[in-house]
Antibody
Framework: QVQVVQSGAEGKKPGASVKVSCKTSGYTFNTYGINWLRQAPGQGLEWMGWISTDRADTEYPQKFQGRITLTIDTSASTAYMELRNLRSDDTAVYYC?????????????WGQGTLVTVSS | DIQMTQSPSSLSASVGDRVIITCRASQSISNFLNWYQQKPGAAPKLLIYGASTLQSGVPSRFTGSASGTVFTLSISNLQPEDFATYYCQQSYSGRNFGQGTKLEIK
């Protein structure tokens, strides 16, 4: 069965970086794209970016460009999200999600979420 | 960027009621519209994709429809487990979400 398992909670200081991992299993990793989302406390869902798992192409919304990097390790069926220059408003639960192979694209399997807390 | 405007932001209803949640796209997105349900402390769950296709395992009391840039999620015969927050999401360009609709028990 498909599983998406993220790394554990992180506590960071303002200005630091965080790297969250997302290990997948139960399917062929390089046939489904991976997206990253986040949800601040009590808030809605925010899309942070997409990475193709065959060519590692990426797409980021303008808000995060220059501060986020998505990468993959195909041999480990794992995706990574690195966010730099953290601020207090980056405190959120970060989700890794698998995207469907064909359009209309949708998120069918979700990681459990990783809480990142940014505080001095 | 495509903006998704979801309404209402909150809704109170009783078990057995029918409710409708609306999502409006700022431009044409064809049928690239998905709906998710999120319960407190849990990751969202896919309900409907492609505006109207029910995800496997989702009860048939959930239906999605589209008319131009306006999309609706209808839940009939509300059950206690349906009280949650619902999000629409477009996948035509980028992957952004509506603001969410919190469905509460009246």
């Amino acid at each position: 069965q498909v599983q998406v398992v993220q790394s554990g909670a992180e506590g960071k200081k303002p200005g630091a970086s965080v790297k969250v991992s997302c290990k997948t299993s139960g399917y062929t990793f390089n046939t489904y794209g991976i997206n990253w989302l986040r949800q601040a406390p009590g808030q809605g869902l925010e899309w942070m970016g997409w990475i193709s798992t065959d060519r590692a192409d990426t797409e980021y919304p303008q808000k995060f460009q220059g501060r986020i990097t998505l990468t993959i390790d195909t041999s480990a069926s794992t995706a990574y999200m690195e966010l730099r220059n953290l601020r207090s408003d980056d405190t959120a639960v970060y989700y890794c999600v698998r995207e469907s192979r064909t359009s209309p694209f949708y998120f069918d399997y979700w990681g459990q979420g990783t809480l990142v807390t940014v505080s001095s | 960027d495509i903006q998704m405007t979801q309404s209402p932001s909150s809704l109170s209803a009783s078990v057995g009621d029918r409710v409708i949640i609306t999502c409006r796209a700022s431009q044409s997105i064809s049928n690239f519209l998905n709906w998710y349900q999120q319960k407190p402390g849990a990751a969202p769950k896919l309900l409907i994709y492609g505006a109207s296709t029910l995800q496997s395992g989702v009860p048939s009391r959930f239906t999605g429809s589209a008319s131009g840039t306006v999309f609706t999620l209808s839940i009939s015969n509300l059950q206690p487990e349906d009280f949650a927050t619902y999000y629409c999401q477009q996948s035509y360009s980028g992957r952004n979400f509506g603001q969410g609709t919190k469905l509460e028990i009246k």
